[in-house]
């Protein structure tokens, strides 16, 4: 599993201190087979890529891998984003991330981008609620302010990079909503999807008991 995030390398204890401030790419992946030689075997061509300003790979528990990135989204600091599925990588959705993904001002503000494909595809999409089962990848566009004064620049940029690439995808999975209102909620099950998921919730919970979520009301 790989994930490409976009950002601001922050004052961490595990950064150099020479790469603070500096706007980076960093490569997140996970081997999570029996045998560390093949995840180092498969990591092989990415690490010919080129010369990396840090490597911290290395054989650890999953819990701390997820534990990753914790430190770079403290509590206290406000948050507003976007996303989407991309069909793929190509040159102009490339070309698109480098002009926005920086442009920000903001140290904690960044974007990331996970791969799909795998055991995500082998089930057929209609088989469950979860939508884009065909999709490259997903894209978070992720704004953050440590204060509430700063926030709405900060989300004019997620807001202004995401409609710059809403032409290379479509779809969003649900958990990776903002506020967004009703008909994003439907674009995220499509509309059979969500005609099911509302027959569902008429019969199981026709008062909408459970409505602090991105919610499908009962009508």
Known sequence: VVTFLEQVAGALPIIPERLHGRPVVTIACCYAGADPATGERLLAPVRRLGTPLLDLVSV??????QATF???VPHGL?????????DELGDAAIGTLVDHAWDHRSPWSYTIMFQLGGAVRRLPEEATAFSGRGAGYALNINAVASDGDALPAQAAWARRTWEAMRPHGNGVYVNFLDREGNDRVR????PAKYGRLV???RAWDPGNLFRLNQNIAPD
């Open 78 to 86: 406000h948050y507003c984003w976007r996303s989407q599925y991309l």
């Open 187 to 190: 674009a995220a099950y499509g």
């Open 70 to 72: 914790d430190a770079t």
């Open 60 to 65: 650890k528990p999953y819990a701390a891998h």
């Open 199 to 201: 027959a569902l919730k």
